[in-house]
């Protein structure tokens, strides 16, 4: 009976590790992060063709395209008819970055604007509110299961 036990040397842990299981992939390749930089995919095709709107309004906001030397992980992922010879674009997607202190004073501005819009709807609708008839009023249930007799 000795002889068919397994030194504990000799057993590995990867007999017990658990099998890997498939997901997707994922439809943008990951960035490697530089410190103090935004990145951002910037659509630059729509259907086929020049979404060149889009983009020229993305470049006047402060994104710049990242170029392959910055990111040399990319090289493999590059779509070869590409407009964007030492850039990175990936299905009609260009990886731009920019510095991220213009990106939070971008979100900070888009929050005070919508701020803004939810104050103005909210004081509209409460300007036909009627103290006698309110839009909003607390109301509190109760329930009660008899006096136990």
């Not at 943008?28 to 086929?48: C, D, F, M």
């Not at 063709?49 to 395209?65: H, I, M, T, V, Y």
């Not at 909210?122 to 136990?148: A, C, H, I, V, W």
Request: aromatic letters at 8%; hydrophobic letters at 30%; proline letters at 7%.
């Amino acid at each position: 009976m000795a002889e068919n036990r397994i030194p504990r040397e000799a057993q590995s842990r990867e007999q017990a590790e658990r099998p890997k299981t498939w997901k997707p992939a994922e439809l943008l390749p990951e960035v490697v992060r530089e410190p103090g930089y935004a990145y951002h995919w910037v659509r630059v095709t729509l259907n086929g063709a020049p979404d060149q709107r889009n983009f020229s309004a993305k470049l006047r906001e402060g994104w710049e395209p990242v170029t392959t030397s910055e990111q040399p992980q990319m090289r493999m992922f590059l779509d070869p008819t590409s407009r964007f010879k030492d850039n990175i674009e990936v299905g009609g997607l260009l990886l731009c970055k920019s510095p991220q202190e213009l990106v939070d004073q971008r979100n900070a501005h888009y929050a005070d604007q919508n701020r803004q819009q939810v104050e103005g709807v909210d004081s509209n609708y409460m300007r036909q509110s009627d103290r006698r008839m309110p839009l909003f009023s607390e109301r509190k249930s109760s329930t009660s299961f008899g006096n136990g007799s």
